[in-house]
């Protein structure tokens, strides 16, 4: 069964500065790989996804993730951290087929002004 | 304008009243999914359904239902709540396929008291 693990439950950035939320995943087969982001009473909103291809995914709001099969991880990234980006960040995987979404716990990001 | 639409957005109900939380999508996925949102668990998957009259249990189905007799609805019902379902859920509907992602409702926060 494919699980999801975020070993940060909080990451803490001061503006302006790189960002980095981490998240590894454990497939049987391909993984597929998505990260979403939930701001403060607001459902989930996707940012991007890793299917094939190249290993630096680019998504909404600057974000970009970097798919690393050897290491299983697919780290979300940001050049330069903005106050508003300070949101709950959760990395999900899907082992092919029509298998569900499985999320991670979620990291909390918190970029101080 | 594509979207995942949930009523209530918030609900405090009395322990063993029946209750349903609806959810509607407007973008005719068949796939369509419950989670509940719990502190430090992350999103965990209650049901979900790929098609119509088609539905399946997740990861924390005891003590919900589900129906799905039209593509585009896809209710979640308790029939006796009790405290321990005192949570935040979402509802999210994506296209069948391994790399689409999942769009979400606005979530529904539930008290059981």
């Known amino acids: 069964a494919q699980s999801v693990a975020q070993p940060e439950d909080q990451v803490n950035v001061a503006e302006g500065n790189p960002l980095t939320v981490k998240c590894t995943y454990s497939?049987?087969?391909?993984?597929?790989l998505f990260w979403y982001v939930q701001y403060p009473n607001r459902g989930l909103q996707f940012l991007l996804k890793y299917i094939t291809g190249d290993n630096l995914v680019k998504g909404s709001y600057g974000f970009e993730a970097e798919f690393n099969k050897s290491q299983t991880s697919f780290h979300l990234k940001k050049p330069s951290a903005l106050v508003s980006d300070s949101a709950l960040y959760f990395c999900a995987v899907r082992d092919g087929g029509n298998t569900p979404l499985v999320f991670g716990k979620g990291t909390r990001l918190s970029v101080i002004a | 304008e594509a979207q995942v639409t949930q009523n209530p957005r918030y609900l405090i109900t009395v322990t063993g009243k029946k209750l349903t939380v609806t959810c509607s999508q407007n973008m005719n996925h068949e796939y369509m999914s419950w989670y509940r949102q719990d502190p430090g668990l992350g999103l965990r998957q209650i049901y979900y359904s790929m098609n119509v009259e088609v539905t399946d249990k997740g990861d924390v189905p005891e003590g919900y239902k589900v129906s799905r007799k039209e593509k585009r609805n896809f209710p979640l019902i308790l029939e006796s709540p009790s405290p321990n379902q005192t949570s935040l859920y979402f509802c999210?509907?994506?296209?069948?396929?391994?790399?689409?992602?999942?769009?979400f409702g606005q979530g529904t926060r539930l008290t059981v008291v």
């Open positions: 497939v049987s087969g391909n993984p597929y």
């Open positions: 999210a509907s994506s296209a069948i396929g391994y790399g689409t992602e999942a769009f």
